[in-house]
């Protein structure tokens, strides 16, 4: 499946990013409605028995009795905490019922997580992939439990301004790390279709876009749409990518500036790195009312690093001589995630946008061509 795709069954599935707007909770509040956990949901129960005969025999020292509580949040697939007297462990599945093609691939995530963690990436260990539904209906993996801190807003409250930058670095480094991992050589070669990856991403989402007639036409992605691929740069790289790298991805130790996992590999596949990094160093030019960003904060009082010194430090972690394309990655990555907006603003129309926020991210869409196309103007300016 491409990359495209697999953004496409997410958001269809009723995952996505997080939108907040000026009448929505606040970062606390947001915090609080996703972090911990409660009494498993109504439709997404299973045989517990099931599973903790399934875990005393997959599962390494594990022993019972066993809890089973559920996440707050909403990802996806669902997730749960597997309490034992001894530890705790997470299970995450697909979700029951009829599922779109390609989404919820739980084979997918287990596989990268056990190979990046082999590689001494942070992510949570992986201690068995069931594919067989008869054990609690669905497939599901069991993964550790990563206790840590798990910021939902780019500000980061909660730290010391004097720390702040520490918190930054830990993020860069962290990418760097996964881009400077050969896909081969851990295994993950065949992970995605390596090369072409700004054509083949801007062919299917130019697609999308022009053939949703109902959500209409937007002058600025009309521009995008004409002139992205003409503008591809030069050269090709192929690496692991996360597809949606952001601080709310992490687990951070509880005291300490450091990754100690990073979560939500749904979309990840074989890419271009400086797309992944651009994705997630677009939090400088996001309004904080779409999606975790830094758009208008006051960096300098923050103590946060400024996005040029951002950029600086990812090419010297991972040994490049500057980006001078970065503003052309910048474009490429708000017009797929307007295009993914403009995509929910034709289902809301239709009435089929399930997912509660949908109308909030259909009003986004233009606010985003807007921003996509700055990121070209100063691409074609720096030409």
């Known amino acids: 499946m491409e990359p495209g795709q697999e953004d496409q069954a997410r958001l269809e599935s009723g995952a996505g990013l ?3 707007s000026p009448a929505s909770p606040g970062s606390a509040d947001l915090a609080a409605a996703n972090s911990g956990t409660t009494a498993v949901r109504a439709g997404y129960a299973f045989d517990e028995a099931a599973l903790a005969e399934w875990l005393a025999a997959a599962v390494p020292d594990y022993a019972g009795p066993l809890r089973v509580e559920q996440f ?19 299970l995450r599945r697909k979700p029951p019922g009829e599922l779109l093609p390609g989404a919820h691939a739980m084979d997918r995530e287990a ?16 201690h068995g992939y069931c594919e067989d539904p008869a054990v609690i209906g669905t497939s599901f993996y069991v993964m550790d439990m990563v206790e840590g801190r798990v910021f939902w807003d780019a500000t980061f ?72 691929p003409e503008a591809i740069p030069p050269g090709d790289e192929t690496r692991v990518v996360h597809g949606d790298f952001r601080c ?7 005291t300490e500036p450091r990754v100690l996992a990073v979560l939500d590999w749904e979309l990840s596949t074989l890419g271009h790195p400086l797309a992944d990094f651009a994705y997630h160093a ?12 830094l758009g208008g904060a006051d960096l300098a009082a923050l103590g946060i690093p400024d996005e040029s010194a951002y950029v600086a430090a990812y090419c010297a972690s991972t040994g490049r001589d500057g980006m ?9 990555n ?21 997912n509660a926020q949908a109308r909030e991210r259909a009003e986004a869409f233009p606010r985003l061509a807007r921003l996509a196309r700055e990121a070209m103007a100063e691409c074609r300016g720096a030409g």
Do not use: C
């Open 18 to 20: 997080s939108v907040t």
């Open 72 to 90: 707050r949040g909403g990802q996806s697939n669902p997730t749960y905490k597997l309490i034992t007297p001894g530890r705790a462990y997470v």
């Open 111 to 126: 596989r990268v997580l056990t190979a990046l963690g082999g590689a001494g990436f942070p992510v949570a260990r992986v």
């Open 157 to 228: 409250p909660g730290v010391a301004r004097a720390d702040r930058a520490a918190y930054f670095t830990a993020m860069n480094t962290t990418m760097a790390a996964l881009h400077g991992l050969d896909p081969a050589a851990i295994g993950l070669g065949d992970y995605g279709k390596p090369g072409n990856y700004f054509a083949r991403q801007i062919g299917r989402w130019s697609k999308q876009y022009l053939g949703d007639d109902l959500a209409g036409r937007n002058a600025d992605m009309d521009a995008l749409v004409e002139w992205l």
């Open 248 to 254: 709310d991805n992490m687990i951070f130790h509880p």
């Open 282 to 293: 677009m939090m400088y030019r996001m309004p904080p009312d779409i999606v975790p960003g």
């Open 324 to 332: 001078p394309d970065y503003p052309y990655y910048l474009a490429f």
């Open 334 to 354: 708000l017009f797929r995630l307007a295009a993914i907006f403009h995509g929910i603003k034709g289902r809301v129309l239709r009435g089929t946008a399930a």
